[in-house]
């Protein structure tokens, strides 16, 4: 049987990670981090400034 804790699960998702892990570095980032960390990094640091910028123009159009 397959649970969490067996060695069968920890190999595939170790697996898993590891293939997550080579996607990010063949799109040119952190070797250490996964794809979706990626995404959330510039969700969170590039994609900001341009979300505070259309609720302030929504607001705007609203007054």
Do not use: C
Not at 11 to 27: E, K, M, R
Request: a positive charge; zero cysteines.
């Amino acid at each position: 049987m397959i649970t969490n804790k067996s060695s069968i699960w920890r190999y595939f998702s170790n697996f898993f990670v590891a293939i997550d892990q080579l996607g990010n570095t063949v799109a040119g980032g952190n070797p250490d981090n996964t794809i979706s960390a990626r995404v959330g990094y510039y969700n969170e640091h590039y994609y900001k400034e341009k979300k505070s910028a259309m609720v302030l123009d929504h607001n705007s159009k609203n007054n």
